[in-house]
């Protein structure tokens, strides 16, 4: 929108200049130029000498730039999605995007040039657009100042690597003492081997309370695919009898690329603890967020329900022996701050159309299902690739799979503890099996994914409110 509205006001300032004013002012009698021979000299001006002066070769300059930087950030050219022979094909992909876009410092220069150039001004405390400029301008040099110092003291080690199908990279780094964050929260990497420039963000998928970080990278581009490479460089073979994934950790004997880290940064994701219950829907690599939020759910209701029994265990037996409190244990009991987490259900539906998929998150989910004895968290994958479940198609499937998950408690589609479901869900059945559990609660509806399916969410959510006494609210991320 910023874009489009910046290429409208182009248009039509140069197009005003070039269409209308310089024409106007060649083809002017003498008597109407003879105000305006103190600005332009004694004789008027050629059309030609009008555009090649330092207004109209300036003004030109950030046409060209602007274009070029519009051109490339269209998703034709961001996403490969055009075929150009080469060397052309480096016009495409987010290479050509990311770099593009840093000719708005010849933009700046060449606007601050063509400010002080004005036809009609000749006072110079009254050209002022280096005024306009000065705010945005210094807080980009201070964001990025910031960045170059943040980052310099939030340089990792790293502790693993997995490369997993679906072109899926998972970084677990060591934290940073200082680095303090909340779940659904996203940061900014840096891998020098690739770009020494690029910062690109990815969502933490590590909980607070762990004692490292962890980013999950799908091949999405250029620096992504490089990223990959440089990494995969790094790995070991997989032994006999083991996983085909790569795999590298601490005792490998090649050494892994240089990270840096820059965050975090909230997401909406990030006040998922203000709701009574939350239903996070995840579209592919989407997912990343919402395994750090269950993680983090559960680590807090865990804490909780320790804490509640250690106060308890505080409290001195009081009956017909002991009918008081001494004032010492009153003390450490009622001082100490008693964990309040308002959250108390959380429902989670991954959609994907690769069976690889599930091997991303397949222990962090397991992890959960282990520890969530109290059936706080309610999981669900889905398979799109596969027919609905009732379809004659999928029956055979859909029997074994049962079968499994009944017997030995694990999914032959995901290989967790998580049972697979095919084709997208329903999510009309979905909200209304969550509002009618949950009368007069607050619940936060979280999307990560493609924008196609945010749409429909957001219209449900609104359908719900007017209907029932649930409340939905919800909140989206776009990869």
Not at 403 to 427: C, E, I, Y
Request: proline fraction near 5%.
């Amino acid at each position: 929108t910023i874009a489009a509205a910046i290429v409208v006001g182009v248009i039509l300032h140069a197009g005003n200049h070039l269409a209308c004013d310089f024409p106007r002012l060649i083809d002017s009698s003498d008597e109407t130029y003879a105000p305006l021979r103190q600005y332009f000299g004694e004789t008027k001006p050629t059309y030609l000498a009008l555009v090649r002066g330092v207004e109209g070769v300036t003004g030109v300059i950030m046409v060209v730039c602007m274009l070029i930087a519009f051109t490339l950030a269209t998703r034709w050219f961001r996403r490969s999605l055009v075929k150009l022979p080469k060397p052309f094909d480096k016009l495409t992909g987010f290479n050509a995007f990311w770099y593009s876009h840093h000719l708005f410092i010849i933009v700046y220069i060449s606007l601050v040039i063509h400010g002080e150039r004005l036809y009609l001004i000749l006072d110079w405390y009254k050209r002022t657009t280096w005024m306009y400029l000065a705010v945005p301008v210094g807080l980009y040099v201070g964001e990025r100042t910031l960045r170059f110092f943040r980052s310099g003291s939030y340089s990792v080690r790293i502790l693993k690597v997995a490369i997993y199908p679906g072109n899926v990279l998972t970084l677990q780094m060591s934290k940073p003492p200082t680095f303090r964050y909340k779940s659904g929260q996203y940061m900014f990497v840096q891998c020098p081997a690739v770009s020494p420039f690029e910062w690109h963000p990815f969502s933490i998928t590590s909980a607070p309370g762990d004692d490292f970080l962890s980013i999950h990278v799908r091949q999405l581009g250029d620096w992504t695919r490089e990223l990959k490479r440089v990494f995969s460089a790094a790995c070991e073979p997989p032994m006999n009898g083991k996983s085909g994934l790569l795999r590298a950790d601490e005792n490998t004997k090649k050494t892994f690329p240089k990270l840096l880290i820059d965050g975090p940064y909230g997401s909406p994701a990030q006040d998922y603890s203000k709701y009574d219950v939350l239903l996070l829907v995840g579209l592919g690599i989407g997912a990343t967020p919402f395994i750090s939020i269950l993680k983090d759910l559960i680590n807090n209701i865990i804490k909780m329900e320790e804490e509640d029994e250690a106060s308890t265990d505080l409290y001195p037996p009081i009956g017909p022996s002991k009918a008081s409190v001494d004032l010492d244990t009153l003390m450490r009991i009622t001082s100490k701050p008693k964990r309040v987490f308002k959250t108390t259900n959380a429902y989670f539906y991954w959609v994907t159309r690769e069976q690889g998929s599930f091997d991303w998150f397949k222990g962090i989910m397991n992890e959960i299902a282990e520890l969530d004895q109290r059936n706080i968290i309610e999981m669900h994958n889905y398979l799109t690739s596969v027919y609905e479940e009732g379809d004659a198609r999928s029956a055979l499937i859909t029997m074994l799979q049962a079968l499994n998950h009944a017997k030995n408690g694990v999914d032959v589609v995901s290989g967790t503890r998580v049972r697979t479901h095919f084709a997208r869900p329903n999510f009309k059945r979905v909200l209304s099996k969550v509002a009618s559990k949950h009368p007069y609660a607050k619940i936060g509806v979280f999307y990560c994914g493609a924008p196609v399916l945010a749409q429909e969410l957001s219209n449900l959510c609104h359908e719900f409110n007017g209907k029932c006494t649930t409340k939905f609210e919800f909140h989206k991320e776009h990869f």
